[in-house]
């Protein structure tokens, strides 16, 4: 699997998915870096078949609206320390990637796991 991680996140995010074996990038790897626009996301996403990692909720409006993109990992734990957060992921990575085989969307907040369709 493959993922993008929006600006939102902190890049331990893209560094846990690759040391996960995954192919994941930040936004801080692209040009723009941090100025990288949602649409270029989508961009991305589509043209290289990478999952968007955000806690952008304008990115779930995109997907239910346009299908735009085709799959996401919507985090909406709020405001939480990077430690926290990262322990949430890598704890919560497995169960994830299980979700990901038979939804396009899944969102991840403090206690639970939902697959949206």
């Known amino acids: 699997m493959k993922f993008i991680v929006d600006a939102q996140l902190p890049s331990g995010i893209a560094w846990i998915l690759n040391n996960r074996?995954?192919?994941?990038?930040h936004t801080d790897?692209?040009?723009d870096k941090e100025r990288t626009t949602d649409q270029q996301i989508r961009e991305i996403s589509?043209?290289?078949?990478?999952?968007?990692?955000?806690?952008?909720?304008d990115?779930?409006?995109s997907y239910y609206i346009k299908g735009i993109?085709?799959?996401?990992?919507?985090?909406?734990?709020?405001?939480?320390?990077?430690?926290?957060?990262?322990?949430?992921?890598a704890?919560?990575?497995g169960q994830v990637i299980q979700m990901f085989?038979?939804?396009?969307?899944?969102?991840m907040d403090n206690t639970d796991l939902i697959g949206h369709e």
């Open 101 to 107: 085989e038979t939804c396009n969307c899944v969102e």
């Open 21 to 25: 074996g995954f192919d994941a990038v």
């Open 91 to 93: 704890n919560n990575l």
């Open 69 to 89: 993109p085709k799959r996401l990992l919507l985090i909406s734990t709020g405001n939480i320390r990077n430690k926290e957060l990262y322990q949430l992921f």
């Open 29 to 31: 790897d692209l040009p």
């Open 46 to 57: 589509v043209t290289q078949n990478r999952i968007v990692v955000t806690k952008d909720a």
């Open 59 to 61: 990115f779930l409006d």
